[in-house]
Nanobody, 125 residues
Framework: QVQLEESGGGLVQPGGSLRLSCAASGNIVSIGAMGWYRQAPGKQRDSVAT???????NYADSVKGRFTISQDSAKNTVYLQMNSLKTEDTAVYYCNADLLVFTYSRSVRTRGDYWGQGTQVTVSS
């Protein structure tokens, strides 16, 4: 029913830039917040940046000043502009969304946390 589709990952040199996109689709009533998380090999999944529907943002200290999260509410899409990329940024980046969805089987609206499949970002020379 609900899908989060990420795109924009790839290989980039240190100091380069990438822009990730995540589009949410399905029986979505409203979006409370969306964000980006990342997980490097052997490490836990950590928050990178989040944004609420109202536009409030939060960033991990490691990406402040380099990454910018934004959204297009009309498209249910969130973006992550990544500049001045470092090798330490290499990870699988996952889109996350706090959604209010319509559950047809119960004819009710339910809140849930949804994840995309992830997109690989590799920063290497």
């Amino acid at each position: 029913q609900v899908q989060l589709e990420e795109s924009g990952g790839g290989l980039v040199q240190p100091g380069g830039s990438l822009r990730l996109s995540c589009a949410a689709s399905g029986n979505i009533v409203s979006i409370g917040a969306m964000g980006w998380y990342r997980q490097a090999p052997g490490k836990q999944r950590d928050s990178v940046a989040t944004i609420t529907t109202r536009g409030n943002t939060n960033y991990a200290d490691s990406v402040k000043g380099r990454f910018t999260i934004s959204q297009d509410s009309a498209k249910n899409t969130v973006y992550l502009q990544m500049n001045s990329l470092k090798t330490e940024d290499t990870a699988v980046y996952y889109c996350n969304a706090d959604l209010l969805v319509f559950t047809y089987s119960r004819s009710v609206r339910t809140r849930g946390d949804y994840w995309g499949q992830g997109t690989q970002v590799t920063v290497s020379s």
